[in-house]
């Protein structure tokens, strides 16, 4: 709950930016429309619950929660989309999908006596974001690497040619999610074996390197 807590504020934080951001951009109304839509995707994200189950190394409700979320989400946008007009229904979409997942998993931990409660003191917020920090910074970086080849030629080519470019930039993502999912899978293992045996720490990271 108090992580959830943390999560929650963060995302009004930034749904503040983005609305603020808004005016400056987007070139066109539908680009405008996509983005604001997108802070539903980014609400989504953050009440997302797939981690507590990593926590709880519980990785085959994590794999189906991923896979049930890209189904719905596929499946969605191929009834929703129908042209370049339908633009700005996919992060709805999205959104619905990893919202939907999300109350599923809520329904679990439920079920199994851990459904989390909203509410936290400000120490304990310091404490969880500083422990989160090296972590988040690192996702933050990758994230950034990743699209600010996007961002560049947004400003530079035709809306075509990126389109062009995003599809075949894909692959390479798809490709590069099985390191992803390497370190989805050994984090909780690592974690743990910090605690109880730290001289096995080096040994998994080598392994997963």
Known sequence: GDVLTVRLLLVLLVGAVLVALLPFVGKTVLE???IGW???????????????????EMMGVVAFAGTLTQILYAGGVIAAVRGPEDLARVPVVQAAAEMGVALYLLVLLAR???LPRLGLAIPRAREI???????ALARILRVVLYNVDMLVLGALVAHESLGFFSAASRIVFALLTINVLLGTALLP?????LNEHPETVSRLVTRLG
């Open 32 to 34: 405008r429309t996509v």
């Open 38 to 56: 997108s802070g539903w995707l980014i609400l989504s994200w953050a009440a997302g619950l797939t981690w507590v189950f990593q926590g709880l």
């Open 112 to 114: 199994r006596g851990h």
């Open 129 to 135: 974001l500083r422990d989160s920090f090296p972590l």
């Open 189 to 193: 293992r690592i974690s743990r074996a």
